[in-house]
């Protein structure tokens, strides 16, 4: 069986960066995160953020380069990061207990599920236009 790959994106307006925190499982609950979700089969990674994103936020978006290095989950599962910029439609919070957005000093402080984590100097450089 070949890995599953999970896309995330990373909206960045001026000098904010959006996050969500997350309403489930359980033992993710409450912590924050680059919105997104799971390739499906014969989807390519741009395809399924924006699907993603248009399902959970509400959201047309254009897919950019990507953001960091790929994070392994588990065994098999592939995280991956994008940044993203808007492109019409209106955020809202359907997949999620709550969005935000976030300037670089805040990056470090967020409670952020831990696969994330990873990613905070490449959002840090993104944020500061490094």
């Known amino acids: 069986m070949s890995d599953q790959i999970v896309v995330a994106g990373a909206l960045i307006s001026g000098a904010a960066l959006l996050v969500a ?3 489930r499982p359980p033992e993710l609950a409450g912590l924050w995160e680059l919105p997104g979700g ?4 014969g989807e390519s ?4 953020l924006a699907r993603e994103l248009q399902e959970e936020l509400g959201v047309e978006v254009t897919v950019g380069a990507r953001v960091g290095a790929d994070v392994a989950i588990g065994p098999s ?4 990061a994008y940044r993203v910029t808007q492109t019409g439609g209106t ?5 999620h207990r709550a969005l935000r957005w976030i300037t670089v000093d805040e990056l470090e402080a967020l409670p952020w599920v831990p ?4 990613w ?6 993104a944020l500061t236009g490094q």
């Open 38 to 41: 799971k390739v499906a089969a």
């Open 45 to 48: 990674d741009e395809a399924a």
């Open 91 to 95: 955020l809202q919070a359907n997949d």
């Open 77 to 80: 599962l592939i995280l991956r």
């Open 115 to 118: 696969a994330d984590r990873t």
């Open 21 to 23: 925190q997350r309403e």
């Open 120 to 125: 905070l100097d490449d959002l840090r450089c």
